[in-house]
């Protein structure tokens, strides 16, 4: 895509993070703009991050790994936000920073097994189906805490916090009402993993309700590089 509309869009969403934070009190600082560049050529990635993004949301593995290879001259920071099959967790485990779509703890341990031991803990979220969600993705709030417990205890994964998708809605109300459900699960956890300290929530269509109620993570595709096709 073109740099121009590309720069405007971060402009504006810079301004949406800030005015929704102000409007909470919360400092805009806290919260990330993670930009989700799946279905996106790696050229958008070299323009979005000439204007200071630096960190990027894949969906789909094989494209991301495409892409990842040919950026490997920046220093970006890659986070992995699609459903992860059993076969995929070694590249997962190998090439990204972050996982924010983690269900079960099958997967959790694969990933632990399978992270490599020159590099970091993979950083992980929990994905959490809130009431209301269409996906099958994401585990039960009444399953999370005993999935957090174990996927805490794996020591080449670092647990951050939690993720969901809600289904998308028009309305304000709805929207904060499924953020607001994910933010007390996030609280009730934190009494028992007290260094929890992400809510990844938040898309281009809804990241003002979420960052009313606590978002620390807000993954955005639409608003950024525009319409995709899949
Ligand atoms: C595609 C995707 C996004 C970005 O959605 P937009 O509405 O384009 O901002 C965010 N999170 C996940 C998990 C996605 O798959």
């Known amino acids: 895509m073109n740099m121009q509309p590309l720069g405007d869009n971060i402009a504006k ?57 040919d950026l490997h001259d920046l220093d970006l920071v890659w986070h992995f936000i699609g459903p992860i099959q059993s076969n995929k967790t070694r590249a997962i485990a190998s090439h990204f920073h972050w996982v924010h779509s983690v269900d079960r703890v099958k997967i959790a341990r694969r990933l632990n097994e399978q992270r490599p031991v020159q590099l970091p803990p993979l950083q992980v979220c ?19 805490p005993q999935l957090a417990q174990e996927v805490s205890q794996l020591p080449h994964l670092q647990l951050r916090g939690l993720m969901a998708i809600p289904s998308a809605s028009p309305d304000k109300e709805h929207q904060r009402d499924a953020f607001a459900q994910l933010h007390t699960a996030f609280t009730q956890l934190r009494s028992q993993i007290p260094q929890l300290d992400t809510l990844s929530m938040g898309m281009s269509g809804d990241m003002e309700a ?10 955005i595709g639409t608003a950024l590089f525009g319409p995709r096709n899949r």
Do not use: M, W
């Open 13 to 69: 969403l810079r301004e949406r993070v800030r005015l929704s934070a102000e409007k909470s009190q919360r400092c805009a600082d806290d919260i990330l703009l993670l930009a989700v560049s799946k279905t996106r050529p790696a050229d958008d990635i070299r323009a979005a991050h000439s204007y200071g993004l630096s960190e990027f949301g894949e969906s789909y593995l094989q494209e991301a790994l495409e892409k990842i290879d």
């Open 210 to 219: 979420a960052i009313a109620e606590g978002s620390t993570i807000v993954r």
């Open 126 to 144: 929990l994905q959490v189906n809130i009431s209301g969600e269409t996906s099958k993705s994401g585990v039960t709030p009444q399953q999370l």
